[in-house]
């Protein structure tokens, strides 16, 4: 499966932005899609979650309340709506898929290109 996201940009600290994660190639709707983010100098970190029929959602404890991950698997889409943003958000986000839904970077087998989100104080 190939993921695209987008949607990142420039917001400042207490806006908001809608990352978006398009598919193609495989059944989209028979994987689990997770959203992952690497800042500068730091480990890649998970963010959010979903399964395959958007019935289970899992959320770092530094995003929830403020983010929310959803699909579309009519559009082949997975979204991230990001509220509330600070600072410590600025990463490039990732959107991954795999069969199993998961928390860790390495058990997603594809990987979107990443798309850099900035937040100024």
């Known amino acids: 499966v190939q993921l695209q996201a987008s949607g990142g940009g420039l917001v400042q600290a207490g806006g908001f932005l809608r990352l978006s994660c398009a598919a193609s190639g495989r059944t989209f709707s028979s994987y689990a899609m997770g959203w992952f983010r690497q800042a500068p100098g730091k480990e890649r970190e998970f963010v959010a979650a979903i399964s395959w029929s958007g019935g289970s959602t899992y959320y770092a404890d530094s995003v929830k309340g403020r983010f929310t991950i959803s699909r579309d698997n009519a559009k082949n889409t997975v979204y991230l709506q990001m509220n509330s943003l600070k600072p410590e958000d600025t990463a490039v986000y990732y959107c991954?898929?795999?069969?199993?839904?998961?928390?860790?970077?390495?058990?997603?087998?594809?990987w979107g290109q990443g798309t850099q989100v900035t937040v100024s104080s």
């Open positions: 991954a898929a795999d069969l199993s839904i998961a928390t860790i970077h390495y058990e997603y087998d594809y």
